[in-house]
């Protein structure tokens, strides 16, 4: 019994875990194009940054052409990092079209938006071009494979990285973070918060 | 062998008990799920409901012949896109015979009240949205894609009753409102 038991256990587990996941809302803008990966462990990495420390600067291939360095903002604009973890997947596909709506809430702190995830330029360009034209500039992380998400200490077991926000002062500080549980959305007061801190 | 085919059945039947938790997509003919929405507190959004006061209403409470809840979120990109339309589409009945018998509201799925606020800034909305950040609301209505339009005939017995039920952007405001209103059965 005892073993029928533990299978019962592990078959329930496995379908527990295969139904999670469907919580976000699923925009119609992608129809039967998101991916369900199912409920996945919160986080899956370890950071290796804080706040406080000068953020670690990079260059990475932008989806518009050419390459955006993080020093580059240093003294002219507060950047706010959006890591998702992948392209078609559910609570991804939703966080960037809300930032693409508050263009505002960025423009009032001087504050730039960059998207990051670790996937290559093409598919980017297939993904995003569901979201309607994004007013921030996105970047691939693609090559070396996630060196930026590894070196913020982001990058998850899977190749994927977590869905993390990193707000950045003028002064390339970096002043808050937020490694959020991947399966959630990170409600956006908590970054309009943040962001009314840096003034 | 026979143990394992047991625990797999009686792992299905442990598992189908939170399936059906969460109902099944609204339907033309059916019952509305039965859900509470908070009062509005500007005045305004509540004359348009019809309210009076209290904490809570529900779809029934609403003075009209038919109402249109539309489910969004301030993160569905097709919901950005078509959040003029719609607001085309209230004004269509406030400016028109229909005005104080056809009543839209909206429901934000995941959203918080700071998202909605987010969401009802940017397009102007003029109706009453409400958040449903817990998804509660979206689980009592099959978890649909967004937007989604359900239309229902309210002010009669029983809960109000899905009329119509519709995924993604309607193709006509005037086709649309046409049709609510002979669905629905308004002269």
């Excluded at chain 1, 809302?25 to 199912?38: C, F, H, K, L, T």
């Excluded at chain 1, 950047?79 to 998702?84: E, G, I, K, W």
């Excluded at chain 1, 970054?191 to 003034?199: D, G, N, Y």
């Amino acid at each position: 019994m005892g073993r029928t038991a533990r299978r019962i256990a592990l078959v329930a587990g496995l379908a527990v875990l295969l139904w999670a996941g469907t919580a976000a809302a699923a925009s119609e803008a992608y129809r039967d194009n998101v991916y369900d990966p199912g409920k996945l462990k919160p986080v899956d990495s370890a950071l290796k940054v804080k706040v406080g420390q000068r953020a670690p600067d990079f260059t990475l291939k932008a989806l518009s052409g050419g390459t955006v360095t993080l020093g580059g903002f240093r003294g002219k604009k507060n950047v706010v990092l959006s890591f998702v973890p992948a392209a078609w997947t559910p609570v991804c596909s939703d966080q960037w079209p809300g930032y693409n709506i508050v263009k505002d809430l960025f423009d009032a702190h001087d504050a730039i938006l960059l998207g990051i995830t670790v996937d290559n330029i093409p598919t980017l360009f297939s993904w995003t071009n569901q979201m309607g034209k994004l007013w921030f500039p996105v970047l691939s992380d693609f090559y070396p494979h996630g060196a930026v998400a590894k070196r913020y200490g982001i990058l998850r077991s899977d190749g994927t990285s977590e869905r993390a926000l990193f707000v950045i002062d003028k002064k390339g500080v970096i002043r808050y973070i937020d490694v959020h549980d991947i399966n959630e959305r990170p409600p956006l007061e908590a970054l309009a918060a943040e962001l009314e801190k840096l003034r | 062998m026979k143990r394992w085919i047991r625990a797999v059945m009686m792992a299905a039947i442990l598992c189908w008990t939170p399936a059906t938790a969460s109902s099944a997509e609204p339907a033309a003919g059916q019952p509305l799920p039965d859900f509470a929405l908070a009062v509005p507190k500007d005045a305004g959004l509540r004359d348009y409901l019809g309210l009076s006061g209290g904490a809570t209403f529900r779809i029934g409470d609403i003075k009209a012949e038919a109402v249109v809840i539309e489910i969004f979120s301030m993160y569905c990109p097709y919901c950005q896109k078509e959040a003029p339309v719609v607001n085309e589409l209230y004004r269509k009945i406030e400016g028109g015979p229909l005005k104080g018998r056809i009543k839209l509201v909206g429901i934000g799925v995941g959203n918080s009240p700071f998202e909605v606020e987010t969401f009802r800034k940017k397009y102007a909305i003029p109706f009453p949205l409400f958040p449903d950040g817990d998804f509660t609301i979206h689980k009592l209505v099959g978890e649909v894609r967004t937007p989604f339009f359900i239309v229902l005939k309210t002010r009669q017995t029983g809960a109000p009753k899905v009329i119509h039920a519709k995924l993604g952007a309607f193709e006509s405001v005037d086709g649309f409102l046409e049709f609510v209103a002979k669905s629905a059965e308004i002269k």
